[in-house]
């Protein structure tokens, strides 16, 4: 098999090295992508352990658990949370799009360089018939350029059919992280906005009861918020 597999890369031609260096870059390029998003932190994280977090950021660990401090401590109204989640997502998501971009490259350009693999073979046939003659030498000629033409393309093709599938698995791991960063960002704010209220609404958390007993008022019940 590693006989036959040396023959047809070597009846390919030169092309077959250019196809060799595409090939590795994509997939050392795709692995360490996906490599890298698959071991963020928020993906083996219960929801209720980072919204735990978010209540008491001190307790936070890791990645998600430095998001959370940046994000809320001295942070002195919603906006500025805002604007520090834009920051983390500013930080965190242009260098997954500019290897995807760049993961895209590698894949279109792999069957490319197989048609010129194929313009050059197909060239060295042409010349074979316009040497004209006969006997086995233009025979042997006209087989080194059809297989010229026909193996670049087909390799080129093997190259970039499983980059297709890389990149897809890579986008969506990018949308989820996004996700998260969305859903992080959108329950920091109102975790945020709850302790806002409170302060107001502890005066009237009770008013008086006939008997000289106290008894919270509804306003202030819907008001407090539940402990977690």
């Known amino acids: 098999m590693i006989e036959r597999i040396l023959h047809i890369w070597s009846a390919g031609g030169w092309v077959m090295w250019p196809l060799l260096a595409l090939?590795?870059?994509?997939?050392?390029?795709?692995v360490r992508l996906w490599r890298n998003l698959a071991a963020r932190q928020y993906r083996r994280l219960p929801e209720e352990t980072w919204k735990l977090w978010v209540r008491k950021p001190e307790k936070g660990e890791g990645e998600v658990g430095e998001i959370i401090r940046y994000a809320l401590e001295e942070a002195r109204s919603t906006r500025d949370i805002n604007s520090r989640f834009a920051e983390v997502t500013a930080l965190t998501l242009p260098p997954i799009d500019r290897q995807l971009q760049l993961l895209g490259t590698f894949v279109a350009a792999a069957p490319l360089v197989g048609l010129l693999g194929t313009?050059?073979?197909?060239l060295v046939t042409f010349q074979a018939l316009a040497a004209g003659g006969?006997?086995?030498?233009?025979?042997?000629?006209?087989?080194?350029?059809i297989s010229q033409a026909l193996f670049p393309p087909e390799v080129g093709l093997c190259i970039?059919?499983?980059?297709?599938?890389?990149i897809q698995v890579i986008?969506?791991?990018?949308?989820?992280?996004?996700?998260?960063?969305?859903?992080?960002?959108s329950y920091a704010v109102q975790w945020f906005r709850t302790k806002a209220v409170c302060p107001q609404a502890a005066p009237a958390a009770t008013t008086a009861a006939p008997g000289g007993d106290r008894a919270e008022s509804p306003a202030a019940l819907s008001a407090t918020p539940v402990a977690a």
């Not at 090939?23 to 795709?30: D, I, V």
């Not at 313009?119 to 197909?122: A, C, I, Q, T």
């Not at 006969?134 to 350029?145: D, I, S, Y």
Request: net charge positive; no cysteine; hydrophobic share 55%.
């Open 23 to 30: 090939a590795l870059m994509m997939f050392f390029t795709a």
């Open 119 to 122: 313009v050059f073979g197909m």
């Open 160 to 166: 970039a059919l499983p980059g297709l599938v890389f």
């Open 171 to 185: 986008r969506r791991q990018r949308r989820e992280l996004e996700a998260f960063l969305a859903h992080l960002e």
């Open 134 to 145: 006969g006997g086995g030498k233009v025979t042997e000629a006209m087989a080194a350029g």
